[in-house]
Each structure stands twice: as C-alpha cells, then as structure tokens.
C-alpha cells in the first residue's frame, strides 16, 4: 500500500490548482491521479479563448490555461500519475487505482480532494424515440472529434440543449463548414452564459428554439433528420406542433453529471439538486479529510471560478493534514430561499477563527430568469447582504462575499433569496 499525505484525484484545472495550493501550504508529500494520458482535464480540447480572465488578467485558450498550471505543478516536482483511475474509495481515505504499468494497488492518504469534474448526459439519459443511427454525439464527444483528432462528425447539423459546450460547437461546426440549423432548448430560457449566445449563436445568425425540444431521430444507418416541437410548462410535447427537420448530425448538450460515483463508495452525502457532495466552508465533505472542488461539486460557467474554489479546497486540505483548524462549535445551514435552486457551501461551521477581515464565498444560481431584482442574503433577522440585479438567470452562476467576522456572530441559519422589486 502507497502512503500519502494528499492524494488528489483528477488533473484537470480543479485537481492542479488544489495539489499546488496545498503544496504552497507546506504538504509536500502529494499524489496526483488522472486517467487520461496526459493532464489537463477538459481543457486540452476546448481551443476557444475566454479562459483566464480572472486569474490571469488576460484571455487564453483552454490549452494555454492548463499548461500554465501544468508548469507550475511540474516545477514543484509533484508526482502527477496518469493514465492511472481511481476504482474504490473508502471512507477511511484508502483509494484502490489502477494502471497499466503497476496493475492494482491501494493509496492511503492523510486527506483526498476530490476534482474529477463532470461527465455529459448522453441519449439514454433522454428515451428520446427512434433507431440508434451513427451521428448522434454529446457536443463534448464532438468537440474532441473536431478540435483534438481532426474528424468532423457531420455536415449538416441540429444541437438539443443550450448549455455552453453546445454553443461553443454551435460556432466550431459554423467555422468548420457545417451548416447548424439550430440550437433547440426545452426550457424557456437558455442555460449557457450570455455572451456565448451572443458570440456562437446570433453572430452567426443560427437561431436559438426555446422551450422546443427533440421528440424523434430518424435514420437507420445514419441520422436523416429530427422530428422537433414545442413543449408546454411541463416540459410535455404540444400536440400539432411538430416539425421534421432534415440534418444528418444530432448533438446534445443536455446537462452534466458530477462524477460521484467515488463518493457514494465512500458513503458522502451528496446534494439532489447539484450533485455533488455537501460540504462545509472548507469545502470539506461528510466524511473528514475528504474534500472536493470544481465541477464535481457543482457545475460552473467558468474555470476561473473552478481554480478560485479548488485553490482554497487545497489550502483547506493542508490544515486539515496539519491539524491546524479551529474546532467546530455551532454549525449553520445555508439555506435556498425564494428563486434560488442551490447555494454551495451547503453549512458553515463556526467559529471561523482565521482573520476577521476574510471573506467566505458562497455560490448560488437562481431557478429562472428575473429581472429587476434584489439579491438578499439574511440570518437572525439581520440583512448580511443586499444588491440590486438588473437580471438573474440560471445560466449565470452568482457569488456572494460574507466577512468572516459577520458569519462568526450568527446563531441561526443563513438564507440566500431573490427579492423581486416593484415595476
């Protein structure tokens, strides 16, 4: 059996930035796994610019922003294993992996952070009727085909789902030489970030379908077309309202799933809403020492925000490792007010003994799309936060700043809320 102080699993842009972090804490016994043959994660093949922007005040595309943390984890010499995947875990911290090379073995570790990010729902998530043609991919697959190994997976094309990864491929195929018929959506607002809408849809006047949906593929060899329609509040097909449109490629962009499936090995409780794990402000889960960070814990907009949340799981994993933490005394749920679908972290454990002037970070999304609103956070009757919104939607993740020294003078639980205002 290997023995580790941190062991963390997935090098992606979470898994890095944590092992760093906690390397720049003082833990220098560090392991990192990663199933693929190379690090990086999802970010390899997302070639488009936008990343960057927050940690490194300048836009870089996605394999220049894992490069540089590429860099910064060889510099510090930690040992990154991969092509290496992870099979059990335990709750007392024992991980079985497996590699070509060392076959199976087991990894004892100090503390484990968690940041194998997510994986896309695919058809058989969907009963989408029809035959099962050649031409039906998940707009991630499609993006590796076309941007990683060369291949275009087809011509003329129509995207279910408006999540970011669909309409970046949006744009990629356009650029590519296809022809993208449109993006369907099957609820009444787009579930991507605004400026991609604007940048990989209406720049390229490919027309976006809200609260329409995919109802049947046809084809037997290879996708001929789709038959879509329009669905009611529901989310049920409307009855006369189909329309068969001809494409010979149906890409999904259909929501992601947090790879969970360690987790629930090691028995931490995961949130129904997002999927992940509920954790505390050291974005610790159930189980002591184990943490996780980025989108294994909930799915974000950004990989800026993904470093920002796993740099702090790393730091937390190190005092953790230290025992270097103050000891809980109170803990405090945060909870999901009027139009607000989730908020991460799911308590806050008090005291929070570190410097006062810190602040606590806490992300939320809201359930649709508001405008005009105030988002309000409360707790013993007192207001702790309150900001006018010109829009919430559910495709923009919010954040909200608490110093430490308020937290530490609560005694009930904290609410996140959208307020609506008076026209």
């Known amino acids: 059996m290997v023995k580790t102080d941190l062991l963390v699993i997935g090098g992606g842009p979470a898994g890095l930035a944590a092992a760093i972090s906690a390397y720049d804490a003082g833990i220098r016994d560090i392991i990192v796994i ?23 005040n300048e836009e870089l595309s996605g394999p220049e922003y894992a490069w540089r943390f590429i860099e910064k984890a060889n510099e510090r010499n930690i040992d990154v294993r991969c092509e290496t995947m992870a099979i059990d875990m335990t709750p007392d911290k024992v991980v079985t992996v497996v590699n070509v090379n060392d076959g199976q073995y087991k990894i004892k570790a100090k503390a484990i952070v ?4 997510c994986r896309e729902r695919t ?41 970011d990864i669909g309409l ?10 296809a022809n993208v018929k449109m993006v369907c959506e099957v609820m009444p607002y787009s579930s991507g970030l605004k400026r991609n809408i604007v940048q990989c849809l209406d720049d390229f006047g490919i027309p976006l379908k809200l609260s ?20 009611d509040d ?43 794990a509920i954790v505390n402000e050291y974005l610790e889960t159930s189980v002591p020492g184990i943490f996780a960070a980025g989108n294994i ?6 990989v800026d925000n993904v470093t920002a949340e796993a740099t702090s799981a790393g730091y937390n994993a190190a005092l953790y490792i230290k025992d ?20 991460v972290p799911q308590k806050v454990e008090l005291p929070l003994s570190e410097d006062q002037n810190k602040k606590q970070r806490f992300y939320l999304r809201v359930d649709n799309i508001y405008k005009n609103v105030r988002l309000i956070v409360e707790s013993d009757g007192k207001i702790l936060y309150n900001i006018k919104k010109i829009a919430v939607a559910p495709g923009e993740m919010e954040h909200v700043d608490i110093p430490f020294k308020t937290l530490n003078e609560l005694s009930s639980d904290i609410i996140f809320r959208i307020e609506k205002q008076e026209k």
């Open 34 to 56: 990663d199933r693929e043959e190379q690090p990086g994660g999802i970010l390899k093949q997302c070639i488009h610019n936008g990343f960057g922007l927050h940690v490194f």
């Open 324 to 343: 270097n933490r103050p000891k809980s005394s109170t803990t405090l749920k945060t909870v999901r007010g009027d139009c607000v679908r989730y908020v």
């Open 234 to 276: 529901n989310r049920n097909p409307i009855p006369g309202t189909e329309e068969y449109v001809e494409c010979d490629t149906l890409l999904l962009s259909v929501g992601l799933i947090p790879e969970n499936e360690l987790a629930k090995s090691a028995n931490i409780a995961l949130d129904p809403i997002t999927g992940g």
């Open 212 to 231: 329409t949906t995919v109802i049947r593929v046809h084809g037997t060899d290879r996708v001929k077309g789709v038959t879509i329609a329009k669905v």
């Open 168 to 177: 970046i491929m949006a744009r990629r195929m356009t650029l590519e030489g």
């Open 114 to 117: 968690l940041g194998m990010g």
């Open 123 to 163: 058809r058989g998530a969907l009963n989408i009727p029809g035959e099962r043609p050649a031409g039906v991919y998940t707009a991630g697959a499609a993006q590796k085909f076309v941007n990683v190994e060369g291949y275009m997976p087809g011509k003329s094309v129509v995207i279910l789902g408006s999540g």
């Open 297 to 302: 814990l909930h799915v974000h907009d950004l």
